[in-house]
C-alpha cells in the first residue's frame, strides 16, 4: 500500500494521540494538543504532518514556524518544546516525513528546519551542541529517592524541610505565573504571555500539574509538571528571592519527586540545560547525569546553525539590562519577545 501525508485536523486529534501513546519513542511534546497552544498562545503556524498507510497512521511529525525580525525564520519540531522529531513506525514513513518537512522548509524559505531528537536521526545534518537533558529512573519508597540524592544536596533539602516550607497542588496557574514572571525577569529573560499556562492547564487537564511551596502561608515557589506515562517533566518553575534562602528550589523538586513516586511514576525527567550554566550543575547535584539533545538541522538559507541562545555573547547586554527592567515593564514587554524564543 502506497503512505500518503497529511495535515491534521483537530477531528483527528484522537488518533494522533493514540499513535503517540503506542510509540516506545514518544514525548509528551509530541501530542497533538500542542499545535493548539502553540496556534492559540503564539499565533504561530503549524504544520501537524502524519503518514498515513490503509488508513492507519504509521509516523508523525508535529512542525511550526517561528518567524521573527530578531531571531530569524525557522521550521522547528517542537518549538517551546524539549523534544520533537520524527515518529514512526518504518523506515520509509520515516523518511516520507523528512522529505515532506525539508520540501516545506523550502517552500517556506526558512532558515533552517530543526528537528529536537532524543536519538540522532539525521547523521548527516548539522547539529546544535547546546543542550542536554536529565533523566532518571526512581524508586517507589520516597526514602530510597532520597538516599539516593548526593549528600550535599539531601542537606539542602533537610533545610527546606526544617524551614517549615509546605508543598500544595492548586488547581489555577494565577499563583504560580506571579512566581514565575518574578524568576525570569530576575534572570534576564522575557516571560512567557500567561496565556500559555492558562492554555496549558485547559488542553492538558490533569496530565498539567501546578505544585506551589509556601513559607508562612506565602507562596515563595512553583513548578508546572507535565505528565507522560510513567515520567514527570518540572517544565516551567520559578521562586521568589526569598526561596533561595530558604531553600524553596530544593524543597520542591524534592515535594514533586516524592509526589510524583507515591503515583507510580518511575521516570523523572528534569529537562534540557544548556552545559556550564546554573541549571546544569544543580541538576547533576541531584546525582543525575547529562545525556546529549540531538537537535538536528536541515539548513536552507542559513549557512550554519543560527546561535539564537543566551549563551551567545551578543545578547549578554540584554540579559544585563532586562534583569533591571521593574517587573510590571518586564510583564508588558516579555510576552512580545518570548513568541519567538521557541
Same mark, same amino acid.
Given at each position: 500500500?502506497?503512505?500518503?501525508?497529511?495535515?491534521?485536523?483537530?477531528?483527528?486529534?484522537?488518533?494522533?494521540?493514540?499513535? +503517540?501513546?503506542?510509540?516506545?519513542?514518544?514525548?509528551?511534546?509530541?501530542?497533538?494538543?500542542?499545535? &493548539?497552544?502553540?496556534?492559540?498562545?503564539?499565533?504561530?503556524? &503549524?504544520?501537524?504532518?502524519?503518514?498515513? !498507510?490503509?488508513?492507519?497512521?504509521?509516523?508523525?511529525?508535529?512542525?511550526?514556524?517561528? $518567524?521573527?525580525?530578531?531571531?530569524?525564520?525557522?521550521?522547528?519540531? /517542537?518549538?517551546?518544546?524539549?523534544?520533537?522529531?520524527?515518529?514512526?513506525?518504518?523506515?520509509?514513513?520515516?523518511?516520507?516525513?523528512?522529505?515532506? @518537512?525539508?520540501?516545506?522548509?523550502? %517552500?517556506?524559505? +526558512?532558515?533552517?528546519? %530543526?528537528?529536537?531528537?532524543?536519538?540522532?536521526?539525521?547523521?548527516?545534518?548539522? /547539529?546544535?551542541?547546546?543542550?542536554?537533558?536529565? !533523566? $532518571?529512573?526512581?524508586?517507589?519508597?520516597?526514602?530510597?529517592?532520597? $538516599?539516593?540524592?548526593?549528600?550535599?544536596?539531601? @542537606?539542602?533539602?533537610?533545610?527546606?524541610?526544617? @524551614?517549615?516550607? $509546605?508543598?500544595?497542588?492548586?488547581?489555577?496557574?494565577? !499563583?504560580?505565573?506571579?512566581?514565575?514572571?518574578?524568576?525570569?525577569?530576575?534572570?534576564? &529573560?522575557?516571560?512567557?504571555?500567561?496565556?500559555?499556562?492558562?492554555?496549558?492547564?485547559?488542553?492538558?487537564?490533569?496530565?498539567?500539574? +501546578?505544585?506551589?511551596?509556601?513559607?508562612?502561608?506565602?507562596?515563595?515557589?512553583?513548578?508546572?509538571?507535565?505528565?507522560?506515562?510513567?515520567?514527570?517533566?518540572?517544565?516551567?518553575?520559578?521562586?521568589?528571592?526569598?526561596?533561595?534562602?530558604? =531553600?524553596?528550589?530544593?524543597?520542591?523538586?524534592?515535594?514533586?519527586?516524592? !509526589?510524583? @513516586?507515591?503515583?507510580?511514576?518511575?521516570?523523572?525527567?528534569?529537562?534540557?540545560? =544548556? %552545559?556550564? &550554566?546554573?541549571?546544569?550543575?544543580?541538576?547533576?547535584?541531584?546525582?543525575?547525569?547529562?545525556?546529549?539533545?540531538?537537535?538536528?538541522?536541515?539548513?536552507?538559507?542559513? +549557512? #550554519?546553525?543560527?546561535?539564537?541562545?543566551?549563551?551567545?555573547?551578543?545578547?549578554?547586554?540584554?540579559?544585563?539590562?532586562?534583569?533591571?527592567?521593574?517587573?510590571?515593564? #518586564?510583564?508588558?514587554?516579555?510576552?512580545?519577545? #518570548?513568541?519567538?524564543?521557541?
Amino acid at each position: 500500500m502506497d503512505i500518503h501525508i497529511h495535515q491534521l485536523k483537530e477531528s483527528e486529534f484522537k488518533p494522533w494521540d493514540a499513535f +503517540v501513546d503506542a510509540s516506545a519513542d514518544a514525548t509528551f511534546f509530541h501530542r497533538a494538543g500542542w499545535k &493548539t497552544v502553540l496556534e492559540r498562545v503564539f499565533g504561530h503556524t &503549524t504544520h501537524y504532518i502524519y503518514a498515513e !498507510r490503509d488508513g492507519r497512521i504509521e509516523g508523525i511529525l508535529p512542525l511550526a514556524q517561528i $518567524k521573527s525580525l530578531l531571531f530569524g525564520n525557522t521550521l522547528i519540531s /517542537t518549538p517551546f518544546c524539549v523534544y520533537g522529531g520524527v515518529l514512526a513506525n518504518s523506515i520509509d514513513a520515516a523518511e516520507l516525513l523528512r522529505e515532506k @518537512a525539508c520540501d516545506l522548509a523550502r %517552500e517556506l524559505r +526558512v532558515d533552517t528546519l %530543526e528537528l529536537r531528537n532524543l536519538k540522532p536521526a539525521n547523521p548527516a545534518w548539522p /547539529t546544535k551542541d547546546l543542550y542536554v537533558t536529565f !533523566r $532518571k529512573e526512581i524508586d517507589p519508597d520516597p526514602e530510597v529517592n532520597l $538516599k539516593a540524592v548526593p549528600r550535599k544536596q539531601r @542537606a539542602m533539602i533537610r533545610k527546606g524541610m526544617n @524551614a517549615g516550607l $509546605k508543598s500544595e497542588t492548586d488547581n489555577g496557574w494565577q !499563583r504560580l505565573y506571579r512566581v514565575y514572571s518574578e524568576s525570569v525577569r530576575n534572570l534576564g &529573560t522575557p516571560v512567557f504571555p500567561s496565556s500559555l499556562f492558562r492554555v496549558l492547564r485547559q488542553v492538558f487537564g490533569e496530565d498539567c500539574e +501546578v505544585l506551589m511551596i509556601t513559607h508562612q502561608d506565602q507562596d515563595i515557589a512553583g513548578v508546572m509538571s507535565f505528565y507522560f506515562r510513567d515520567q514527570v517533566l518540572p517544565y516551567y518553575g520559578g521562586s521568589i528571592s526569598l526561596a533561595r534562602e530558604l =531553600k524553596g528550589n530544593d524543597f520542591m523538586y524534592w515535594e514533586l519527586m516524592r !509526589r510524583a @513516586a507515591e503515583r507510580g511514576i518511575r521516570i523523572f525527567d528534569y529537562g534540557r540545560s =544548556k %552545559e556550564g &550554566t546554573g541549571s546544569y550543575s544543580f541538576k547533576k547535584n541531584w546525582g543525575f547525569s547529562p545525556e546529549p539533545l540531538y537537535y538536528e538541522n536541515f539548513l536552507v538559507k542559513s +549557512v #550554519a546553525i543560527p546561535e539564537i541562545n543566551p549563551m551567545n555573547p551578543k545578547y549578554q547586554l540584554f540579559i544585563k539590562a532586562w534583569k533591571k527592567l521593574p517587573l510590571p515593564v #518586564a510583564n508588558t514587554i516579555g510576552p512580545m519577545l #518570548a513568541r519567538s524564543l521557541g
